[in-house]
């Protein structure tokens, strides 16, 4: 998908791509940390239908639901041939602050942890000292009981 990407002096910056539809949808970041969400018109791509104000935190849970179930489905698709193995997106509200090596999740599940999606950022990979924040949501690779065990242990530690 090409993502044009706009500099708006003064303003921020605006962040657009073409839907199968012929409209824009598109994104603009304001210098002061405010986000639009935009969407051209069907008959003229370069005029605004419609905008809609976001403050940085509905613009993170926007991203989220948008970025996390994609990462899910890939790794569920690299993952698919694979006997047992199933991939889960689960929420962090146990150890917000606290590393994930705290959890010691894949000692106590088999689980492990490939991402952590926060504010619609996937982190691949984290260490053991990776710190998780309110809002989190990893992305635990294992057999269904240890996904399950896993979902205990991060919603109540």
Do not use: W
């Not at 824009?24 to 970041?29: A, F, W």
């Not at 984290?126 to 809002?135: K, V």
């Amino acid at each position: 998908m090409n993502v044009e990407i706009t500099p708006l002096p003064g303003i921020g910056t605006r962040q657009d791509f073409m839907i199968r539809a012929g409209r824009r949808v598109g994104v603009i970041t304001y210098r002061d940390g405010r986000f639009e969400l935009i969407l051209s018109k069907a008959s003229d791509p370069d005029s605004c239908a419609a905008s809609i104000p976001l403050s940085p935190e509905e613009a993170s849970t926007l991203a989220g639901l948008l970025g996390a179930p994609q990462l899910v489905a890939h790794l569920r698709e690299e993952t698919r041939d694979i006997a047992g193995i199933t991939t889960r997106q689960l929420p962090v509200t146990a150890f917000a602050g606290r590393s994930l090596g705290e959890t010691a999740l894949r000692t106590r599940t088999g689980a492990s942890i490939v991402a952590v999606v926060r504010s619609g950022n996937a982190h691949p990979s984290p260490g053991p000292d990776f710190l998780f924040e309110n809002g989190d949501l990893a992305v635990v690779v294992g057999t269904a009981e240890g996904l399950d065990a896993a979902a205990e242990i991060l919603h109540g530690g």
